[in-house]
C-alpha cells in the first residue's frame, strides 16, 4: 500500500499521515482470521452493539503511535483509514482524545447509537475531518456516511465529505488524490 500510495500522492513537507494496519486476529463476523481493527456482529449503521474494548485497546495503539511521532518531532499529523479503519479513526480523534491535527474517514460509518456521539465534549480541540465514499458502495452505502457526518456536525466537527461516482467500496487514485489535497490545505 504504500509504494502504491507514494506512487500517487506525497503529503507536504512536515505532514505525518498515519495509515497504520491492523492486526491479524480472529474475526466473528466472517469465522476466520482476518485484518480487522475490532470485532462487529453486523455492518449496519442501525447496529447497536460497538466493541468498545476491541476499540480502545486499538485507540491505545494508535496513541502511543502518535505520541512516538510527536517525541520524534512530528508537529502535523493526519490520521484515518479505509472502512473500518475508517471507523476507528473517527473514535481515535473524536472519544479517546488522540491528538491529531485531522481525520479522515474512507468508506466508513458510526453506528447511530455510537459511544463517539455519547457524552461527546467537542469544547477543546476538534480536528477537521474529511469522508470519501463511493456513490456504489454496497457495503457501507454513502447515505450512512451522510449520516455520520451530519451527527458530527452538529456536534462541532468541521467536516468535507466527497462522493466518487462508479466507487464501490474500494480505493482508488481519485480518493487518494483528493484526500491529500485536503491534508495539504487543510489548516493552512
Known sequence: ??????????????????????????????????????????????????????????????HEIVENMRTNGAEDISLGGFSMGGHLALHAAYRNNVQVERCFALSSFLIETSAVFVNSDRSGWCPPLYLAHGKEDRIVPVEWARETRDRLEQEGVKSKMITFKGLEHDLNKDVMTSLFDWINTEGD
Open 1 to 62: 500500500m504504500e509504494k502504491w500510495l507514494a506512487s500517487l500522492v506525497q503529503p507536504d513537507l512536515g505532514t505525518v499521515v498515519v495509515l497504520p494496519s491492523a492486526p491479524m486476529r480472529e474475526y466473528m463476523l466472517e469465522g476466520k482470521r482476518s485484518s480487522v481493527w475490532h470485532q462487529r456482529k453486523e455492518v449496519d449503521i442501525k447496529a447497536v452493539d460497538e466493541d468498545l474494548v476491541g476499540i480502545d485497546e486499538m485507540c491505545e495503539g494508535l
